[in-house]
């Protein structure tokens, strides 16, 4: 995985609550068995008019020219809610998303945006909504800073916001492990167990 350290991008704000991994990657795009080719379904039934002939939404948020390259998603809370659907990080991911800002996350889409590299970050509604308003005024000039080693975020004005992650999570996406990654990284450790059994 790409390690994750600090990210300036166009932020685009999808506040709809309780948007669920079915909504983010909906089944009938989850053809393959892989990681790639998943980026084209993201929000396939909001992105397209018909998600057959990929006919653009010219009102869905990530049609928009100034959100088009968009790296950090503005969500509602209980985002990634649902199944438990690994598919929709992946498809996050290939779509370009690096981020993910939102009051609240569904628990299993929360780890596996952290497993695959993905920044979920917790942050309280209202500042949410007034970060939304900034950014939408200007997408391309009001950018949104988030610096992962001192867990902070920087609003289009100027504020700074601290954002909490667990220690090991906050390793993992630093350093760029995944879960087997970061047991290997404690392999004097486990041989020295190993040693007293």
């Known amino acids: 995985m790409e390690p994750f350290r600090k990210l300036e991008a166009v932020a685009a704000p999808l506040l709809r609550i309780n948007i669920d991994t079915d909504a983010i990657a909906p089944s009938r795009e989850l053809k393959a068995v892989s990681k790639t080719g998943m980026g084209a379904g993201l929000f396939a039934n909001w992105r397209y008019l018909d998600p057959k002939t990929r006919t653009p939404n010219p009102d869905f948020i990530l049609n928009r020219p100034a959100y088009r ?15 438990s659907r690994e598919y929709a990080v992946w498809a996050l991911k290939e779509y370009g998303i690096r981020a993910i800002i939102a009051p609240s996350f569904g628990s299993i889409f929360y780890n596996n ?8 970050i917790r942050l309280d509604e209202k500042r949410i909504r007034q970060l939304a308003e900034q950014v939408a005024a200007d997408p391309q000039a009001n950018r949104i800073a988030i610096d992962l080693e001192s867990c902070t975020l920087r609003g289009p004005d100027g504020e700074t916001d601290r954002f909490a992650i667990a220690d090991q999570d906050h390793r993992m996406l630093l350093d760029g492990l995944d879960p087997i990654g970061l047991t ?3 392999q004097d450790e486990i041989a020295a167990f190993e040693g007293r059994d």
């Open 184 to 186: 290997l990284t404690r």
């Open 113 to 120: 945006c952290i497993r695959n590299g993905l920044l979920p």
């Open 69 to 83: 390259n968009t790296q950090i998603l503005l969500a509602g809370a209980n985002f990634g809610c649902g199944s």
